[in-house]
């Protein structure tokens, strides 16, 4: 992408009772109805605490000048100005092992005709973050472990099978299990001092869809012997601190490239470990963060421009979290134009949002928001002063994106407008909420907030920039409310309201968030009404597993909404605000981007 700025325009840089096969579809989330639409995410704490920046290399960070009640960004123009380490080798010679990796690996493909070995196999590349350059093997190979026959007696080896499976849209009955419960029908005791097989489990169950008491017990059962475990020290690496990460976020909800790194350094130590693999994803990794390195160069040097030139100082600068969270969803190097497109939104929507949030009056939301439905040059003379800069940002933004793409692509663009005039809507009616002091009851407020998720967008964009990689259908899925975007959307939701919650921050034009709204409305006490949206919060990550098996033809775009949804805990855990209070992820940065692995 070009890297040359042009001010002002500079925005370039741009019931079937089977083991395995189809579920019976169950009927989708309907789509949200009357009663306003709704609001959020990168929505940010404003009583920020100062904090240092802290080293993750050799380099000094230097935090930006603070210029708003938000606390300065940690990374100020350190990837502007960094000059990524010479590589370890040769960039030739690093490509050329590469690629004589890679056929090796295609030749274990080819060669591994057991079924339990193929899976390991297929486990290895995808933890190890090396997938996305085996696709076809990926997919010929779950095709054959869904053809075969499948009898192990390791808990273990049928915990993959059921995971692997489900991650890859094929539904396994829960029935597979059944061979390790007892006449009561309980898992038997012995499988209770078998961790990896327990861990498997564990990590399984989560694939569970609605209406599957069963892997609600395989949950439980595999948490409680797992904690009991790790409590009683009994545990070795690396097996423990597999444990205690699962215990924290399961594997299905990881932010992949975070837990790959965390793999990188076990893989080596387990039993089935094939070294040529571990070679290879190093290789890979150092490889792709010099790309990475060289986008986010650019793109902080755009959020730059764009900040100096609108001048919008109330604003969050949080250029590499908004990076962040479209690697979360693309990480692959022939998705650069995708991936910047959609960080870039991410930036249109920060300004939109604390503006709208922390800064404008009523009056002035009013005319932002007739603006952005306007769309049009001539609809800056409703602006103030202040927002009229954004407002040529923002339209200059969606014209050259339009630009950028291929004529079957176009299309996507105009939706993707369409979402962010629905998101200024959204805020906007938040907005005229708390002006009229209006008291949402807990479903309206649901409604409303779902939407101003900024989830429905950020599907949108996902799709932009892919071509024919993305089909009409597919497009759809991610954009006519459905079940997946829905279910993602109340995720981020009610995340973001629970870390704000525990956290205590309140915005000037903040309303009443969910759990507010909750504790007000049914009287109960906040650990009542926590349990009950956490509960909710679970029900959703059923409906993605339902949309994943339902939905199969359009694999690719499921799973960048699931991306996406991995990346909300991630982000909003419990207690933190990670994009607001961007110190929380300063290590992980600096490991996925600065800090190369070891040859």
Excluded at 24 to 36: D, F, K, M, T, Y
Excluded at 48 to 62: G, L, N, P, Y
Excluded at 247 to 273: A, D, F, I, N, S
Aim: hydrophobic share 40%; with cysteine.
């Amino acid at each position: 992408m070009s890297t040359s700025i042009p001010l002002p325009f500079f925005f370039s840089h741009g019931v079937v009772h089977a083991r395995i096969g189809h579920r019976p579809i169950q009927p989708s989330v309907g789509l949200l109805s009357a009663g306003a639409p709704a609001k959020v995410s990168f929505r940010r704490q404003s009583s920020a605490h100062r904090h240092a920046a802290h080293v993750v290399s050799s380099e000094s960070i230097t935090p930006v000048k603070e210029v708003s009640s938000f606390e300065p960004s940690v990374w100020g123009d350190f990837f502007i100005n960094y000059d990524p380490k010479p590589l370890q080798r040769s960039k030739d010679w690093m490509m050329e092992k590469a690629d004589k990796l890679k056929q090796d690996v295609r030749i274990l493909f080819e060669t591994h005709n057991d079924t339990a070995k193929k899976m390991h196999l297929v486990d290895a590349v995808q933890r190890l973050g090396i997938d996305h350059l085996f696709q076809d093997e990926i997919n010929n190979a779950i095709s054959d472990i869904k053809e075969s026959e499948f009898t192990s007696s390791s808990l273990h080896e049928v915990a993959l099978h059921f995971r692997l499976l489900r991650e890859h849209g094929i539904w396994v009955s829960p029935d597979v299990f059944e061979k390790f419960k007892g006449e009561d029908g309980r898992f038997i005791n012995t499988i209770a001092d078998e961790p990896r097989a327990l861990l498997s489990l564990y990590n399984a169950a989560h694939l569970l869809v609605h209406d599957e008491p069963e892997l609600e017990e395989a949950m439980s059962f595999a948490r409680h012997h797992l904690e009991s475990m790790r409590d009683g020290s009994r545990l070795k690496a690396p097996l423990d601190n597999q444990i205690n990460r699962a215990l924290h976020l399961p594997l299905p909800r990881t932010y992949k490239r975070v837990e790959m790194l965390h793999y990188m350094l076990e893989y080596g130590q387990e039993e089935e470990c094939i070294v040529v693999l571990l070679d290879l994803a190093k290789l890979e990794f150092n490889l792709l963060q010099h790309v990475h390195l060289k986008e986010l160069k650019a793109f902080s040097q755009w959020r730059k421009d764009l900040y100096g030139y609108v001048e919008l100082s109330h604003v969050r600068d949080r250029a590499v979290e908004s990076y962040l969270w479209s690697y979360a969803l693309f990480y692959e190097e022939n998705l650069t134009l995708t991936r910047m497109i959609l960080a870039k939104i991410i930036v249109f929507i920060v300004l939109m949002d604390d503006t709208y949030d922390d800064h404008a009056t009523i009056e002035e939301c009013r005319k932002l928001n007739e603006a952005i439905q306007r769309w049009d040059e001539s609809a800056i003379s409703l602006l103030p002063e202040y927002m009229k800069k954004f407002y040529r940002a923002l339209l200059n933004y969606f014209r050259e994106t339009e630009a950028q793409v291929e004529a079957s692509d176009k299309y996507r663009v105009t939706c993707m407008k369409k979402e962010f005039q629905n998101l200024s809507t959204y805020y906007l009616q938040e907005f005229e909420w708390l002006h009229q002091n209006y008291k949402p009851a807990f479903k309206e407020r649901v409604a409303l907030s779902t939407l101003s998720s900024t989830v429905p967008l950020l599907c949108a964009t996902a799709a932009v920039g892919q071509g024919d990689a993305v089909t009409k259908e597919s497009f759809e899925l991610t954009t006519v409310r459905s079940s997946a975007v829905i279910a993602c959307a109340k995720i981020m939701r009610f995340m973001n309201d629970i870390a704000a919650f525990k956290s205590g921050r309140k915005n000037k034009g903040d309303a009443a968030n969910t759990v507010e709204c909750h504790i007000n409305e049914h009287k109960v006490t906040s650990e009542v009404a926590l349990d009950k949206i956490e509960s909710m919060i679970e029900s959703e990550w059923r409906t993605l597993n339902q949309v994943r098996c339902d939905h199969q033809k359009q694999f690719h775009v499921v799973q960048r909404v699931m991306n996406l949804a991995v990346a909300v805990p991630f982000f909003y855990d419990k207690k933190k605000d990670a994009y607001t209070f961007s110190k929380y992820h300063q290590g992980n940065v600096g490991n996925l981007f600065v800090n190369p692995v070891t040859l």
